[in-house]
């Protein structure tokens, strides 16, 4: 195993040695009265074995040992550093070789598995649960920079783009069980979902959608499920509105701290707006509001400047100036802009 673990800090090791004998053998040439370039190309000459001459006449007893300890130890640098990376690359390749082949070897035994196509936020979630039951699965991940952090936390994964046949073949997506799309590209989700159920028409296809009306095409490409987690969180943080004091008393139970953890997960915040008196969505419906949010947010309780609290409020109600808006959404300063 140290074999595979020393070539990098080897590396780093005989770097650091080389550019001591540089700078100790430029400040020597400088000592001897030479000019900071003179010396510093001297040194990258010897060092190098370029050997186009000396920069200014070795006519002193100082200069040939400065000389003879440049020879020495630069050179013998040099030939070190090419060792060393020649090493470093060649450990490389074999230790990317050896993880890919025994990584997609693994997977050609999975049967009955889960396929993960995306590690963003709510992928890496449900890797982290299914790896809690004891179930087995793999993700599939275009970033080679999230690859990496898949494998380290002990995940099957495999480098494409899910959108392609070829890469949920490799997955073994005909031997899968379920295939989780948790994309947050619907476009993507659902061409994968099409892919997916033409591939195995008995997979099970749990699919995530952004924008509401993304979720009746991902059912007509063969999803059996849709999840839409800006209204989930939506949902449940209308029951901590509706039920206040319900929520105080749940506060300290497992059951409301799981709660709060998957909203977080879910990448969602509320917030309460104040809809200005010329606003652009001063005046208009909920329904009407919402369908120009594109899914960005959601309304959940509308506060009247009267006092009245319409929780849950109706789709048609119209929102008017100075009412306190509470909403939720990926993204609480783009709601803000929305509203003006």
């Not at 979630?125 to 004891?134: D, H, I, S, V, Y």
Request: charged content about 20%; aromatic content about 6%; overall charge negative.
């Amino acid at each position: 195993m140290n074999l595979f673990r020393s070539p990098g800090r080897t590396l780093a090791n005989i770097v650091l040695f080389n550019l001591t004998v540089v700078v100790i053998a430029t400040i020597a040439y400088m000592g001897a009265g030479w000019d900071f370039d003179d010396a510093f190309y001297m040194v990258l000459l010897t060092v190098y074995t370029v050997g186009y001459g000396e920069v200014r006449p070795i006519d002193t007893t100082y200069l040939h040992l400065v000389t003879v300890f440049l020879m020495i130890f630069g050179c013998t640098g040099m030939i070190l550093l090419t060792g060393a990376l020649i090493q470093f690359l060649t450990i490389t390749q074999i230790r990317q070789i050896l993880g890919s082949n025994r990584m997609q070897s693994e997977i050609e035994k999975l049967k009955d598995h889960v396929i993960v196509v995306g590690f963003g936020r709510i992928g890496y979630m449900l890797a982290r649960e299914l790896k809690a039951a004891g179930r087995k699965f793999v993700v599939l991940e275009m970033s080679e920079t999230r690859a990496i952090e898949i494998r380290e936390n002990g995940y099957l994964c495999l480098v494409g783009d899910g959108t392609h046949e070829e890469v949920l073949k490799h997955a073994g997506i005909d031997r899968a069980h379920t295939l989780a799309c948790v994309l947050p590209n619907d476009a993507a989700n659902v061409f994968i979902t099409l892919s997916a159920r033409a591939l195995n028409p008995q997979i099970e296809i749990i699919a995530r959608g952004e924008v509401p009306s993304t979720e009746n095409k991902l059912k007509q490409a063969g999803a059996n499920k849709v999840v839409l987690p800006a209204h989930i969180g939506a949902e449940r943080i209308a029951e901590l509105i509706l039920y206040p004091e319900a929520a105080r008393r749940l506060r300290t139970s497992a059951q409301m701290q799981e709660l709060e953890h998957s909203l977080r997960g879910l990448g969602l915040e509320m917030d309460v707006v104040i809809v200005p008196a010329e606003g652009p969505l001063t005046g208009l419906s909920i329904t009407e509001i919402e369908t120009r949010a594109h899914g960005v947010f959601f309304i959940v309780q509308v506060n009247r400047q009267s006092g009245e609290v319409i929780a849950s409020p109706d789709p048609s109600l119209v929102v008017e100036s100075g009412d306190g808006i509470v909403i939720v959404g990926r993204s609480v300063t783009a709601a803000r802009a929305m509203f003006g």
